[in-house]
């Protein structure tokens, strides 16, 4: 089945700092999407991004289907961005990466 | 409802105990998922319905572990004789999507309801 890597395991940022966080599919997928989880467990959706660039306010995604992968940008990073980021992809069914812990300190 | 909502959202059972979880997915959506997570880990996937046909429980753990869907809309996720081992969050997600034959549609963004929070003793 399809593996899914997500790179940094770990960030501790700054209030105001900007990060980036990937994900890598081992083949090619349909569907994908980034999730926060927030400290409640909560799965927020972020993005459905099977291709191509959004963005939403601070955030903003790119995916290269054709390389296997997705970026996850952060701009001017808040406390309340704190927590576990999740890719995930697949068919009909979603595999998710192990997500990266961000914590954003004022 | 504006979402998708579980119940309970924490079960507390003794080993051996049979445990029952209600997802209510969004309205109108075709697409049912049930999701299992592991404390620090990320969500895996357990079985997938469209309407009330169970299209796929290849990450169901056991036999222990059965879904339903009789009317295409409310799901229950049923483990019986609990384990230790499942104690865990259990996660339903619905989508809009449906499958066609011969392939996949796209376009299949899941929305996740807040999960049960399962503990066995």
Redesign the interface.
Known sequence: GIQ?EQSPPDLILQEGANSTLRCNFSDSV??L?W?HQNP????I?LF?I?SGTKQNGRLSATTVATERYSLLYISSSQTTDSGVY?C?GG?????????TRLSVLP | GAGVSQSPRYKVAKRGQDVALRCDPISGHVSLFWYQQALGQGPEFLTYFQNEAQLDKSGLPSDRFFAERPEGSVSTLKIQRTQQEDSAVYLCASSRTTSLAGGLRAGNEQFFGPGTRLTVL
């Open positions: 899914v349909n569907n999407q999730f409640w467990g909560q799965l959706n459905y099977p999740f995930a068919g009909q069914n979603f595999v998710f990466g192990p997500g």
